[in-house]
Structure formats: structure tokens, C-alpha cells
């Protein structure tokens, strides 16, 4: 399934009763994951992920530069599998979770790229501080679940890298990595009542 012929699949996903143009999509939790990774020291990476957040996303594939997503990270529940490090990342020196427990992302602006591909260009915020940021999504597929075939799903790749330092998360930077990769792994489907 390509961006440039999602007008296509829109046609043709409208037979399915579940599927709505202009209908909000609701997140499979099930099938989503937020991973980061950090320099340390240049001796190794920790891999790190959040093991809570949602999202309201309104994705109409018949017009996907119209496409809204409102991505809400619990920010305390980072996790580096090492309880210690979790604890500080979760203190003023990094996230500072009791004085700013989500992390927001609000999407301004989906342009295609290309064939499979767009840039989703929107509003970070992280321990209250908003910078505009440009993540990368690609469509990894769109039609109908095997197991439910009124099921329409959509699952996407969406990949970035944030300077962590832009939003006051300077501590040891950059001996731990200022520049953080992000990936995110999403499955998603039209809403129903």
C-alpha cells in the first residue's frame, strides 16, 4: 500500500462497514511501542521505551495530509530496564515527572515524501518546554485483519531524533547523548461506537 494510491484503498476500505472517511482511528496499544535510544559515554547504547501513552488520531486515507494526531507519553513510565537510571531519568535532572508527567506531540502539517513515506511535522513537548519537530512516518500496510475481515488495519513505522537539550534536559550532555533517536511502532483502526 503506497501514500500516493491511498485515495484508492479509501475507495475501497469504504465497503467495509467499520471503515469511516473522516472517522477518528483508535490506537491498538497492543501493537504499539516507543523506543529511544542514548549514547553513554561512547562506551554503549541503552535502548530505552514508554510503557504508557495514547493518542487521538483522526486519518482519512482518501486526503492524508489532513491527518491529526494528538500523542499523549506517560512520562513516568519510562523504562532502561534498570530501576536506578529510571528513577533519575525520572527526576529534574532529565523528565522531572512530578512537575511534568506527559510528554505531548501535535501534529501541524503531514506532506507525502513519497510513495509509502510522509513527514509529519508538529508541536514536542517535553517538561513544559514546545519545539516544533519532524518525525518520518512510512505506511507499512493498509486493508482488512485476517482474523476480522470488517477489521480495517493500518500499521505504520515512524521514526525521528529529538536534541533533547532544546527542551532544559541538558544533564551530561553530551557525554549521554544530547541527540536521541526515537521510533515508533503503530498499528491503528478506524473507531467504532
Avoid at 52 to 77: C, G, H, L, M, R
Avoid at 80 to 100: C, M, S
Avoid at 104 to 116: D, I, Q, S
Amino acid at each position: 500500500m503506497r501514500f500516493a494510491t491511498l485515495a484508492l484503498a479509501g475507495a475501497l476500505l469504504l465497503s467495509s462497514p467499520l471503515a469511516a472517511i473522516s472517522a477518528p482511528y483508535t490506537l491498538d496499544k497492543s501493537h504499539a511501542h516507543v523506543t529511544f535510544e542514548v549514547g553513554h559515554l561512547g562506551f554503549s547504547t541503552v535502548h530505552g521505551q514508554f510503557r504508557k501513552f495514547d493518542a487521538n488520531i483522526k486519518f482519512d486515507p482518501d486526503d492524508v495530509e489532513a491527518t491529526q494526531v494528538n500523542f499523549v507519553i506517560d512520562a513516568a513510565s519510562v523504562d532502561t530496564l534498570w530501576e536506578k537510571r529510571d528513577d533519575h531519568i525520572r527526576g529534574k535532572d532529565f523528565l522531572d515527572v512530578a512537575n511534568h508527567p506527559e510528554i505531548t506531540f501535535v501534529t501541524k502539517t503531514v506532506t507525502p515524501t513519497g510513495a509509502e513515506t510522509a513527514d509529519v511535522l508538529g508541536d514536542l513537548t517535553i517538561r513544559g518546554v514546545t519545539q516544533p519537530v519532524t518525525f518520518q512516518a512510512k505506511l507499512n500496510k493498509m486493508g482488512p485483519s485476517p482474523f476480522n475481515p470488517n477489521q480495517t488495519i493500518a500499521g505504520f513505522t515512524v521514526t525521528g531524533q529529538i536534541d533533547r537539550t532544546k527542551y532544559g534536559v541538558s544533564y551530561a550532555a553530551p557525554a549521554v547523548s544530547a541527540i536521541i533517536p526515537i521510533q515508533i511502532e503503530l498499528e491503528m483502526s478506524p473507531a467504532t461506537n
